[in-house]
Each structure stands twice: as C-alpha cells, then as structure tokens.
C-alpha cells in the first residue's frame, strides 16, 4: 500500500513538474451572479490551489472571469473566444441551462476542458466536459428515499418554472408508495399565499419546493 501511495506521488509530482509557470482558467457567470457565493467558491478554490504548494509546486494558477447577460448565447460565445484567445487552457461554466450547452459545444470542438455545475437535461457522455451537479435521477431516488424513511403519505410539490415539473415528472409518475398522494402546484411570489392556502386546506404539511433561491425569503413570509 505503502508503495502504491509513492507511485502515485512521484506520478502526480512529476506532472506538476511539466506543467507551464502559470496556468490561466476562464469563468463564465452571469450578470446576476457577480460576487455571488457561486463566483466566491471559484475564486477561492483557486486561492487554496495556489496556496497548498504541494499541488502544483511550480505553477500559479490565475482566472479570467467574465460576466455575460443572462440568456444572451451570443454574447456569452463570443467572451468565451475572447477567453480561448487568451490561451486559457479550461473554461468553468455558465451555469444557466440555456448557456451552458453553447460553451461545452465550444470547448468540444477545440478539445478544452470544460468544468460545469448546471442541471443537464440529456447527460451523456461528454469527452472533455465534467458537470458537477447531481443529475436528476439521482435527485428524485433521493426524495424518494427520504419520503419513505419519513413516511411521507401527503406530499404537495410547489414549482415554478416548467421545468420544474418536467424535473420532478419521475417522482410524481412513481411515487415511493402507491398510497402517497402527490398534489401538484405551479406558483410564484405573487400566488405563494393562495397556493398554500389551498394546501393547507387539504390537511397537507410536507413540501416539495422548486423555485428560484432569490424569492425564498418571500415564500417564507408567504408560509408564515
């Protein structure tokens, strides 16, 4: 054991030691995403990456980050070229669903690796992309699971956008019991309160909730 973990050192040591002096990444979030916690975490990973010399010993990792206008593919292409011109050798994100997929096809076609965390409608296997969201069959197993370790009878699922039942379609047609009743609602800010009125008259008191993390504040109030 003892001489496996030495291999793998002198491995991992002797490609950090072919590694260039400086390693530029690009990012890509969108406008409402700046100083979010999202942009933080990459900034930050790239702190502790520099400072734990023992990873690269012998190379400093910079970012290039540029924020785009949300839903605007055509702008958010044309950044990340900019980017790829200024020879950064991977690309991490955007994370919006509709962005997302025009960076990988980018970076799939000048062989870039691409570093992504976004719901992915159609995982397959893409040879230079790493998504790092869970995917979404894993996500309903997993409320699945725990609806039944609670014993979750009466659930009420709350979503949004469209999108957010097509997530869910999988939970909602194979319940983890066929004695669960699922009562689906789609709501925003502005029909929270009528939607868990009704909720509330059915007696229901376990949620499901897909909506945007910004109107959360406003759901609670709603809730209360």
């Known amino acids: 054991?003892?001489?496996?973990?030495?291999?793998?050192?002198?491995?991992?040591?002797?490609?950090?030691?072919?590694?260039?002096?400086?390693?530029?990444?690009?990012?890509?979030?969108?406008?409402?995403?700046?100083?979010?916690?999202?942009?933080?975490?990459f900034k930050y990973a790239v702190y502790k990456i520099n400072k734990e010399r023992m990873i690269l010993p012998n190379t400093t990792v910079v970012y290039d980050i540029q924020y785009v206008p949300k839903d605007d593919s055509f702008r958010t292409s044309k950044k990340a070229c900019k980017q790829l011109s200024r020879s950064v050798q991977a690309i991490f994100g955007p994370t919006d669903s509709l962005l997302g997929p025009h960076i990988q096809s980018i970076c799939e076609a000048l062989d870039v690796p691409h570093i992504e965390a976004r719901l992915d409608f159609e995982p397959s296997f893409k040879e230079f992309s790493i998504n790092l969201y869970p995917a979404q069959d894993h996500l309903n197993r997993a409320f699945k699971d725990l609806m039944t370790f609670l014993n979750w009878t009466k659930v009420a699922i709350i979503y949004e956008e469209d999108f957010g039942l097509f997530k869910l379609q999988d939970l909602v047609k194979s319940p983890p019991s066929p004695k669960?009743?699922?009562?689906?609602?789609?709501?925003?800010?502005?029909?929270?309160?009528?939607?868990?009125k009704e909720i509330r008259h059915k007696e229901i008191y376990k949620l499901i909730i897909d909506t945007d993390p910004r109107f959360m504040q406003q759901f609670f109030r709603a809730a209360s």
């Open 180 to 196: 669960t009743e699922m009562f689906i609602r789609q709501a925003g800010p502005g029909t929270y309160r009528q939607v868990l």
């Open 1 to 41: 054991m003892a001489l496996r973990y030495a291999l793998i050192v002198v491995m991992i040591t002797s490609a950090a030691m072919s590694l260039p002096p400086v390693i530029r990444i690009g990012a890509i979030f969108t406008e409402d995403q700046k100083d979010s916690p999202s942009e933080l975490a």
